[in-house]
C-alpha cells in the first residue's frame, strides 16, 4: 500500500514561513518524480512545484518561483517544500502526489499516481 503523509503545515501571519514534508511509503521513491500542488476553497488544484526522481531538475508555478524552494531525501523518502515570504494567496490546502512518468506537464494533475492527504497552510495578513 503506497502511502504519501503530508506534515508541516499550520498557521503564520503573512511574509512568514513553513517547510512542508511528505513522507513515501510502498514505493520506490527514488524512482518517482514528486510535485507539490495546492487547491484554495473554491478553486482548482493547481501545481506549486516539481522535482524529479534524481533532482536534477526542478519546476516552480510562477507565483512561487523565488519563494518556494522543493527538494527531497531519497534516503528518508521525503520530499520537501520550504515556503518562505508567505502571502495571503498561498492560503490553501497542500498536497504531495508522486509521478512514474518522466517529463510532460508535471502540473496536470493527471499525470499522478498517488496522493497524500493535504495540509493545511493559513497565512493571515
Known amino acids: 500500500q503506497v502511502l504519501l503523509v503530508e506534515s508541516g503545515g499550520g498557521s503564520v501571519q503573512a511574509g512568514g514561513s513553513l517547510k512542508l514534508s511528505c513522507a513515501a511509503s510502498g514505493l520506490i521513491f527514488e524512482r518517482y518524480g514528486m510535485g507539490w500542488f495546492r487547491q484554495a476553497p473554491g478553486k482548482e488544484r493547481e501545481g506549486v512545484s516539481y522535482?524529479?526522481?534524481?533532482?536534477?531538475?526542478?519546476y516552480y508555478e510562477d507565483s512561487v518561483k523565488g519563494r518556494f524552494t522543493i527538494s527531497r531525501d531519497n534516503a528518508k523518502n521525503t520530499v520537501y517544500l520550504q515556503m518562505n515570504s508567505l502571502n495571503a494567496d498561498d492560503t490553501a490546502m497542500y498536497y504531495c502526489?508522486?509521478?512514474?512518468?518522466?517529463?510532460?506537464?508535471?502540473?496536470?494533475?493527471?499525470?499522478?499516481?498517488?496522493w497524500g492527504q493535504g495540509t493545511q497552510v493559513t497565512v493571515s495578513s
Open positions: 522535482i524529479t526522481w534524481t533532482s536534477d531538475t526542478t
Open positions: 502526489a508522486a509521478r512514474l512518468l518522466y517529463g510532460g506537464r508535471w502540473y496536470e494533475t493527471s499525470q499522478y499516481e498517488y
